[in-house]
């Protein structure tokens, strides 16, 4: 088991500047690289198709309902922020009819 995870060439070489870790079976350490780019790439593609079926599983709405949510929300936000403005202007008139 501990020899698959080994640093170095089987025959305890290190491996020569020469051959840039290409071309030899027995230099895991430049397998562990090749490989695990292939991997990544691999899952990436598939995480990547993945995606695209479940965006096809997506229903989106329409231009009409789209519009309709977003006037909802800037009339919600409008009403929030007169709210806490009146809020805002009750309690510095009160702080400052205490404090004198």
Do not use: N
């Not at 403005?85 to 009750?90: M, P, S």
């Amino acid at each position: 088991m501990a020899d698959c995870c080994r640093p170095v060439a089987l025959t305890a070489r290190a491996p020569v500047s020469k051959t840039g870790c290409w071309g030899f079976e027995s230099l895991l350490a430049c397998h562990f690289i090749q490989y695990g780019v292939r991997l990544v790439l691999a899952k990436t593609k598939y995480f990547l198709e993945e995606v695209k079926v479940e965006l096809g599983k997506v229903t989106w709405p329409t231009r009409k309902e789209t519009v309709a949510t977003t006037w909802v929300v800037v009339v919600i936000i409008f009403l929030i922020s007169l709210y806490l403005g009146a809020c805002d202007v009750i309690l510095a008139k009160l702080m400052r009819f205490i404090l004198g």
